[in-house]
């Protein structure tokens, strides 16, 4: 994840909500910026840093989702 002026931002909450039911699932960024939202299940979900929407700020898994992604996040 990075601010605006592309600088990795440390200690930030990355939340993943879902649009229908189920768990919001959390993270913490590291000082690289990097975060790992582990258990989500096929869905839609609204993203969040700290509360507010990210850049993007839609993530959707279905049948094709690779089981691991790499989200570059923007404040």
């Given at each position: 994840m990075t601010n605006t002026a592309g600088e990795p931002v440390n200690g930030a909450?990355?939340?993943?909500?879902?649009?229908?039911?189920g768990e919001t699932i959390f993270s913490v960024?590291?000082?690289?910026?990097?975060f790992y939202l582990e258990g989500l299940k096929q869905g839609s979900y609204d993203l969040k840093i700290n509360g507010n929407p990210s850049q993007p700020?839609?993530?959707?898994?279905?049948?094709s989702s690779e089981?691991?992604?790499e989200l570059n996040l923007q404040e």
């Open positions: 909450r990355v939340e993943a909500i879902p649009q229908e039911e960024t590291n000082p690289a910026g990097v700020n839609k993530l959707i898994i279905d049948q089981p691991f992604q």
